[in-house]
């Protein structure tokens, strides 16, 4: 799965650049979200604009990569497209990631506190 990066404020941007995170690629995701969050960075953006589907595997492959970063570092989710926010809405994952509509909204949240 090919993702791509971009350092912004402190912050690791990561952008799923794939329509779909499910069965048949959410061990590559989780393999590529290693190695793009393997850096210093004590947040990470994970930019989620062009995937439109996510199953429960790839519900799970997201929370996997969020649990390899370890304490003291935190995934942040981005521009989730209605159909992806809906499942982690209903799947209660809302309550342990952070959603922000874009990446301004996640950089503004952050100077907040």
Do not use: W, Y
């Not at 048949?24 to 947040?43: C, H, L, Y």
């Not at 370890?70 to 809302?94: C, I, Y």
């Not at 301004?104 to 949240?109: D, F, L």
Request: proline residues 3%.
């Amino acid at each position: 799965m090919l993702l791509s990066t971009e350092s912004l404020a402190g912050a690791l941007i990561v952008r799923v650049d794939a329509t779909r995170i499910d069965a048949a690629s959410a061990i590559q995701f989780k393999d590529a979200m290693r190695e793009a969050s393997s850096g210093p960075e004590t947040r990470i953006l994970l930019d989620l604009s062009r995937v439109e589907f996510v199953d429960s595997s790839g519900l799970g492959a997201v929370v996997a990569a969020m649990k390899h970063l370890g304490p003291g570092r935190r995934l942040d989710l981005v521009a989730l497209q209605p159909n992806v926010d809906k499942v982690f809405r209903l799947t209660r994952m809302d309550t342990i990631f952070a959603i922000h509509a874009d990446i301004a909204a996640a950089s503004i949240a952050h100077a907040g506190g």
